[in-house]
């Protein structure tokens, strides 16, 4: 099989969260669709490395080099993206924009909940290691490489020698599970990340005033994000029982791709 750029997604339940994949089919059809034009492969993770209680779904994510190195998968380029995102057909393709490095899109948003996990894990686990905001990356789309398949390798073990201190931090924290410790471990293996415009990854749109809510929005009903970015992504959503992630994702998904 001749080496293809992949998109890697992680589409698994949680205990605590049923249901939590149901709206995940939009964003991969979406990827699907996109993938076809451009002559790339979806890889869609659905059976657990771990379980639940030893590693989270995000963590998995981790695992994207590994599982298609054990099943015979040949590949240049891997985009791991989170499964609430949803790409817009005309996208171009940022697989040649990376220049071969571990590529992702700078954070931007919850900025008080990324300060407090910066300090929180980095006293716990990385010797107060410093990051800035602006060189902090959103691990919800990042683009890797054969290159770093060690880099991942040093990640599990990692993980595996200090399980109960990161156990520990997911459930004393409250600041997410991968996103801080991927960007500690770019610093802590000195790897090489280029930060791509955030049209590739547009996240928090809530707070961007973004997402139009009756009777709480003060602009048009209309997918205004649809012209500020080509990758959305539906990340702090408010759990409202008529406006959720999944009503978000089926709209965007139908209104692009008019299914």
């Not at 779904?57 to 040949?74: C, P, Q």
């Not at 200090?162 to 960007?183: C, H, M, R, S």
Request: one cysteine or more; glycine letters at 4%; proline letters at 4%.
């Amino acid at each position: 099989m001749s080496k293809k750029n992949i998109v890697f997604i992680v589409s698994l339940d949680e205990k605590q969260k049923p249901g939590r994949s149901n709206p995940y089919k939009y964003g991969i059809d979406s990827w699907k669709k996109w993938c076809k034009d451009k002559g790339y492969e979806v890889f869609v993770l659905t059976d657990r490395v771990y379980e639940e209680e030893y590693m989270s779904a995000n963590w998995h994510k981790t695992y994207a080099l590994t599982l298609l190195e054990n099943s015979k998968i040949d590949y240049n380029q891997v985009l791991i993206v989170d499964a609430d995102i949803v790409v817009h057909p005309d996208c171009p393709d940022f697989f040649k924009e990376t220049d071969g490095k571990f590529a992702a899109v700078m954070n931007d948003g919850d900025y008080e909940w990324v300060n407090r996990g910066i300090k929180k894990y980095g006293k716990l686990l990385f010797n107060d290691i410093t990051i800035k905001n602006w060189e902090y990356f959103n691990s919800g789309f990042i683009i890797v490489n054969k290159s770093h398949l060690k880099f991942f390798e040093k990640i599990h073990k990692f993980y595996n020698e200090n399980i109960e201190k990161f156990k520990y931090a997911q459930e004393n924290f409250k600041v997410g599970n991968d996103q801080t410790p991927l960007n500690f471990f770019t610093r802590l293996y000195d790897v090489d990340v280029k930060l791509l415009p955030n049209c590739y990854n547009l996240q928090n749109m809530f707070q961007k005033s973004l997402l139009h809510y009756p009777n709480h929005s003060w602009f048009t009903d209309e997918l205004h994000f649809l012209d500020s970015a080509w990758v959305y992504h539906f990340n702090g959503v408010p759990p409202s029982p008529e406006r959720d992630v999944h009503y978000w994702m089926e709209r965007t998904y139908k209104e692009l791709y008019n299914d």
